[in-house]
């Protein structure tokens, strides 16, 4: 809770004796926080929207969710690109595996 506090994302109140006090507000708002960190979403992103996804609707919040939606799929996309770069490393270490032997003679080095 205090990282959240830290990064700006919750503010608690404080008790008379200095205290964090977090209110049932703050704790909806940290189970929030915890599923988009969990999604993979940087902390970044969720400082920016994070207002407009937890906060009572109001003027304009439409909008900051459309913003919000569209920086996600940006996310997911950048994503799903690193995934398939990965999953082709993936199948090249698999392909070395399987066959080191054949894969090393193949590749004969020229030192010139």
């Known amino acids: 809770m205090r990282h959240y506090e830290d990064e700006g994302l919750i503010v608690p ?3 008379s004796n200095g205290f964090r006090d977090y209110c049932q ?3 909806d708002r940290v189970l929030v926080i915890r599923s988009l960190l969990e999604s993979g979403l940087p902390v970044r ?3 920016e929207f994070l207002p407009s996804l937890t906060d009572e609707p109001g003027v304009g919040t439409d909008v900051v969710c459309a913003e919000f939606l569209h920086e996600v799929q ?3 996309d950048r994503l799903a ?3 398939a770069v990965l999953s082709a490393q993936q199948a090249a270490l ?3 595996l399987e066959k080191p032997a054949v894969l090393i003679s193949d590749r004969r080095l020229t030192l010139t």
């Open 25 to 27: 507000s703050t704790i």
């Open 94 to 96: 698999d392909a070395y």
């Open 45 to 47: 992103l969720i400082r």
């Open 81 to 83: 690109a690193r995934i």
């Open 13 to 15: 109140g404080r008790c």
């Open 74 to 76: 940006r996310y997911r």
